[in-house]
């Protein structure tokens, strides 16, 4: 069976330290708080590039950038991004959107998602209208609620150029 377009789906979890700032699809926010990992730890383009890389069956982020190597620690995840998608486009595929949802209870997204947008269109070299970022709280209950930690989820659409 041939499928000309295909979905993936991409979830990533960070704790939350004290010390910012946060770095939050590709963006640096003013915030008390910082996400931690072995790269910057941007749980938002972490979730982004499995879902890519999950759509075109090429593994996972773990897989391509291993938390195991020492070069990439505190890496850029702008720049595993973008290498993930070369890779994708590479076997033939291209972006039509990204649907995504950050899950934290602080800082609230909404005044920074114009620019998470603009950044993660220029990262794909897609528009940013093909981009949607939206955000949820935990209402103050469990994990997320607590604040220590943060996740992301992001669903894409891809299509056989």
């Known amino acids: 069976m041939n499928f000309d377009i295909r979905i993936g789906l991409g979830h990533d979890t960070h704790r939350l330290e004290a010390g910012g700032p946060l770095r939050l699809g590709g963006v640096d926010i003013d915030f008390a708080g910082h996400l931690v990992g072995h790269s910057d730890a941007d749980v938002l383009l972490h979730a982004i590039t499995d879902s890519l890389l999950g759509a075109a069956n090429l593994g996972d982020i773990g897989e ?3 938390d195991t190597d020492p070069a990439l620690r505190g890496k850029d995840s702008g720049e595993m991004l973008a290498a993930a998608y070369a890779r994708v486009q590479a076997e033939g595929w ?3 959107n990204l649907d995504c949802v950050v899950l934290a209870e602080r800082p609230k997204l909404l005044p920074h ?4 947008c603009q950044r993660i ?3 794909l070299g897609v528009s940013p209208a093909a981009i949607a970022v939206k955000g949820k709280t935990g209402e103050r209950s469990g ?3 607590q604040g220590k930690i943060m996740q992301a989820i992001c669903n894409c659409l891809i299509q056989r150029r």
């Open 64 to 66: 391509m950038f291993p």
């Open 94 to 96: 291209e972006l039509c």
């Open 113 to 116: 998602r114009e620019a998470i």
């Open 121 to 123: 269109a220029e990262l």
């Open 143 to 145: 994990e997320i609620g």
